[in-house]
């Protein structure tokens, strides 16, 4: 067994060094080719190189990363059907071939390499390479070992009425809960690997003639143009393929359940799953879309359209509530009762700070907050964050710091950006409330104009994979506006995408 220094996955560099190329292919010799695998996977001790004879007669050598492979189907569901003695001789390597290839196929089904930097590969995806004396072949058999955790529900994006299974970090688990959800051989699952290093399996979904042939040809540009070392999670592709990467609105929906990404590509949409992270990427998306959630859909549906209602009030509120409340009590005082600008004004009375700096104090300590209790353990993260924004405000207040008004208006604001369901959408709102609360300081309720104007304008040049951000609104769509507003019964809904469908097919004739 080797142990020499070394990282899996270098292949091409390592091939470079010790000049290997690309297409070299593999040697005839074991010998040779245990003396190239074990320069290329230098100080890796993981790596196992296992001579043996098999079917009785035949020398072949094994070379697998232990770590990777599964011990028990290696050892009863590979291992032992080898070193079974047999009846009939096995003259050639290629005798050898035909019968893993065929006696083999019900256990682990075998794939023939001959490359050198394809069987690299191979191996530190976990796979037991088996290479046979006097061939320039060999046989992967893939024994990974499946370690993953048990399906749960999504820790992001609960619902009461729903299904409670959510994605999970291991690929093939979520690609099967796609498929049992949309049972169809439209539902189209390309696989590819990004990431020099990582070599993170990507697999883009899709159902052929719902989904917009531009769109997917889209995607499948921006994944090719992807040059990193490593991909790790969801959020390194969503930054390399958005289409405007420093503006804080999300332009693609993450999302850790399958209901919620199978209703999506119902909806033509394309979605990206990646290995080792339960989060899926779906687009394109518009700003109403990061506004609603998919329980929309399996209650009620006056009570949904309330809720819909409800969430764009609060939205607002998340926004813009603490910029008017320093707008209002700096410069606009007129605008209030009398009774109440005087009680505001006894309130701030022993303050020392502008009512634009009393404010930007809560809220950083209020983002702070929220931050401490979500890095903190589990356990006691909840526990300190209420005790510390109880025990830190009602110091704060009598030590005349800040005023028991602006308390309640942070508190007000937090809430409403918990009823952002997710949570790209409630990040952008946060981000975008410092700088209306700024220019409420600095220009009254003019500031704040100016500044929903600018935040307009931005809104109407984003787009996501062509599609306008603000569509129905921003341009006219008075049909899908209706959406927007009302979530309909599903009677008409169907009505409506029957109509929608012979209007396309109308256009297409």
């Not at 949570?423 to 220009?443: E, Y």
């Not at 994979?465 to 569509?471: A, E, T, W």
Request: proline residues 6%; aromatic residues 8%; negative net charge.
């Amino acid at each position: 067994m080797p142990s020499k220094k070394g990282l899996p996955g270098q292949i091409e560099k390592k091939l470079s060094k010790f000049q290997y190329t690309n297409e070299q292919e593999l040697f005839d010799k074991l010998s040779d080719n245990e003396t190239a695998l074990c320069e290329i996977f230098s100080y890796c001790s993981d790596l196992v190189v296992r001579e043996l004879h098999i079917f009785g007669s035949v020398s072949c050598m094994a070379v697998y990363l232990d770590v990777m492979v599964d011990d028990t189907l290696w050892e009863s569901g590979l291992l032992a059907p080898l070193m079974k003695k047999q009846t009939e001789e096995l003259g050639s390597p290629e005798q050898v071939f035909e019968k893993l290839k065929y006696e083999l196929a019900s256990i682990v089904k075998p794939v023939i390499v001959s490359n050198l930097k394809e069987t690299v590969q191979r191996i530190v995806n976990g796979e037991v390479v088996l290479f046979i004396e006097s061939s320039k072949q060999a046989a992967s058999f893939k024994l990974t070992d499946q370690l993953q955790r048990q399906l749960d529900e999504p820790s992001t994006e609960a619902v009461i009425r729903g299904p409670r299974i959510g994605f999970i970090e291991k690929l093939n688990i979520n690609m099967a809960l796609m498929r049992q959800r949309i049972k169809t051989p439209s539902l189209k699952m390309e696989k590819m690997s990004l990431g020099a290093l990582s070599q993170t399996e990507v697999v883009l979904l899709y159902i052929e003639n719902k989904a917009q042939p531009q769109v997917v040809e889209e995607v499948k540009k921006r994944l090719s143009r992807i040059n990193t070392d490593g991909i790790l999670e969801s959020g390194y592709i969503e930054e390399f393929i958005c289409d405007f990467p420093y503006s804080p609105f999300p332009t693609m929906q993450a999302t850790e359940r399958p209901d919620s990404v199978a209703g999506s590509l119902i909806e033509g949409k394309v979605a990206l799953l990646i290995d080792g992270s339960p989060f899926a990427l779906v687009m394109p998306i518009t700003l109403w879309y990061g506004l609603q959630t998919v329980e929309d859909y399996y209650i009620n549906f006056i009570f949904a359209t309330m809720l819909r209602w409800l969430r764009y009030l609060f939205a607002y509120m998340a926004l813009a509530l603490p910029s008017i409340y320093v707008a209002v009590t700096t410069f606009h005082q007129e605008m209030i009762p009398t009774s109440l600008a005087l009680s505001l004004a006894s309130a701030r009375e022993i303050v020392p700070f502008p009512a634009m700096v009393e404010t930007l104090i809560m809220e950083v300590t209020f983002e702070a907050l929220r931050e401490a209790g979500v890095r903190l353990p589990r356990p006691v993260g909840q526990t300190i964050s209420i005790v510390g924004a109880l025990v830190i405000g009602q110091a704060a207040v009598q030590a005349g710091i800040i005023s028991a008004p602006i308390i309640i208006i942070v508190s007000l604001t937090g809430i409403a950006s918990f009823l952002i369901p997710h949570p790209g959408m409630s990040q952008a709102v946060s981000i975008l409330r410092f700088p209306m609360v700024i220019c409420a300081g600095t220009f009254g309720l003019y500031g704040v104009s100016a500044a929903m104007i600018a935040l307009l304008i931005h809104l109407t040049n984003l787009s996501s994979f062509g599609v306008p951000y603000l569509s129905p609104l921003a341009p006219l769509n008075l049909s899908g506006l209706w959406d927007v507003l009302v979530r309909a019964p599903w009677q008409l809904l169907h009505k409506r995408q029957q109509l929608i469908q012979q209007k396309v097919e109308m256009e297409k004739e």
